[in-house]
């Protein structure tokens, strides 16, 4: 089955001609063509970029580890050395000093992300398809850079990131547990692609055991999608 139109903007498909660039990612040529597209300081009242769907689950740390381990392992079992790339975890005065440099503050899963793993050196080496993981101080930088040029809102911190498009989660005032996930490149609508981070590291490592990577597999990457996130939009058109 041939790949499906994406439902996001044309230039993608450019994109993702393009890809991949960094020397880890080579191997993953195939799997970057059907990797998802997800698809002032802000107040306590404003409307989120992305409107949640349904009730939020409790945040849970552990579930969250779990997936990241899960997904170390598959990078691991494919590229030994590539377990190297990660940095050591924010311990919790560190990552408070980070935070207060930013006007909101990001959910607990992403402070828990940072408590775990301070993103990846090289910054670009692959973390979900072909998506990279920054380390804080990168991402804050991101941030702020971002927000001054408008292509970001200022209740949206980027998390994961590829060459100009972000994955990014609610940032306000006041730390939620959890936070909605969409990707932010071009395109100014804003719509939820994962329910949680957590939801979106679970989904990323099931896809990963799952083997349904292969471009004739677009059905199955939906179903899981759909089992993690019901409700959220799986961006590519699926006949």
């Keep these: 089955m041939p790949l499906a139109s994406p439902t996001t903007s044309d230039p993608l498909n450019a994109k993702f001609a393009a890809m991949p660039r960094h020397p880890r990612s080579r191997s993953l040529g195939l799997i970057a063509l059907v ?13 989120p970029s992305a409107q949640p769907i349904g009730p939020k689950a409790p945040f849970d ?15 691991a079992q494919r590229d030994p050395g590539w377990v190297a790339a990660l940095r050591p ?20 899963e992403i402070e828990t992300l940072y408590a775990w793993h301070d993103g990846t050196d090289p910054a670009d080496a692959p973390f979900v398809w072909y998506h990279s ?9 991101s941030y702020h850079r971002l927000v001054g040029s408008g292509l970001l809102r200022p209740d949206e911190f980027p998390v994961l990131e590829f060459e100009g498009e972000y994955y990014v989660v609610r940032c306000s005032r006041r730390a ?10 071009h395109d100014p609508e804003r719509v939820v692609n994962y329910v949680s981070f ?7 490592a099931d896809w990963y055991e799952s083997g349904a990577t292969d471009p004739a597999d677009l059905r199955r990457l939906r179903a899981i999608h759909q089992l993690r996130n019901p409700g959220a939009q799986f961006p590519y058109a699926v006949h």
Excluded: K, Y
């Design 61 to 75: 740390a552990a579930a969250l580890h779990s997936a990241l381990g899960r997904i170390v392992r598959w990078h």
């Design 35 to 47: 990797a998802l597209v997800m698809a002032g300081c802000p107040s306590d009242h404003d409307q």
């Design 176 to 185: 939620a547990d959890t936070s909605s996930v969409w990707l932010v490149f």
């Design 198 to 204: 957590t939801a979106f590291m679970e989904t990323a």
């Design 133 to 141: 993981f920054p380390s804080l101080d990168e991402a804050i930088r």
């Design 89 to 108: 975890g924010l311990a919790a005065p560190g990552l408070a000093r980070a935070l207060d440099r930013l006007p909101c503050r990001p959910p607990r």
